[in-house]
């Protein structure tokens, strides 16, 4: 069981936008920042948004986040072949003292 | 180039130890945080420990308290994870990640891994 919640699966076709949802409680994306990360098959993960909506050089302005209260959100507009990822949020715990992620959204691209 | 490289993994018996090494170039090792994060096949993305970029402080998840230690050298611009008394469930591939000054423990470098298998 994941700190953060998040959907197991979305999807899209090519085009569309789609959202990932990444909930939590007060201890943590409540109280700080939300990154996001995605992960190709077979390779490492990488940085695709650092406090809540900002994008690491390199990443394409089709990807945006999002923080409300205790949730977040991941928006993918343009959707392209090559976006079928997982996706990871990620924040830190205040009452746990540890970074946490969430269970990872398998992003399909139909 | 910004480049992390660990090193260190293999297969081993529950009980016994291993260490862990990521080695870093192409940015200032000494400003950054540095992480370890695991990951089990087909699996979600675990966090393990996190280390200030002096040293002073260290932080762990509770599935590894007590058993792994990080460490770093800034001098070689390496940071180390210590795993004691392994366990089945520790099996992963272990990726070490770099956190830069003021960017709320986003880890802007990763590492491609290392895979650890404890296998009796």
């Known amino acids: 069981q994941s700190v953060l919640t998040q959907p197991p699966s979305a999807s899209g076709t090519p085009g569309q936008r789609v959202t990932i949802s990444c909930s939590g409680s007060?201890?943590?994306?409540?109280?700080?920042?939300v990154n996001w990360y995605h992960q190709l098959p077979g390779t490492a993960p990488k940085l695709l948004l650092y406090g809540n909506n900002q994008r690491p050089s390199g990443v394409p302005d089709r990807f945006s986040g999002s923080k409300s209260g205790t949730s977040a959100s991941l928006a993918i507009s343009g959707l392209q072949s090559e976006d079928e990822a997982d996706y990871y949020c990620?924040?830190?715990?205040?009452?746990?003292?540890?970074?946490?992620f969430g269970g990872g959204t398998k992003l399909t691209v139909l | 180039q910004v480049h992390l490289v660990e090193s260190g993994g293999g297969v081993v018996q529950p009980g016994t130890s291993l260490r862990l090494s990521c080695a870093a170039s192409g940015f200032t090792f000494q400003t950054y945080a540095m992480h370890w994060v695991r990951q089990t096949p087909g699996k979600g993305l675990e966090w393990v420990a996190f280390m200030w970029f002096d040293g002073r402080t260290a932080y762990y998840g509770d599935s590894v308290k007590g058993r792994f230690t990080i460490s770093r050298d800034n001098s070689k611009s390496i940071v180390y994870l210590q795993m004691n008394n392994l366990r089945v469930e520790d099996t992963a591939v272990y990726y070490c990640?770099?956190?830069?000054?003021?960017?709320?423990?986003?880890?802007?470098?990763w590492g491609q891994g290392t895979m650890v298998t404890v296998s009796s």
């Open positions: 990640g770099g956190d830069p000054p003021s960017s709320g423990y986003a880890l802007h470098v």
């Open positions: 990620a924040t830190w715990d205040g009452s746990l003292n540890a970074v946490v």
């Open positions: 007060s201890s943590n994306i409540g109280s700080t920042t």
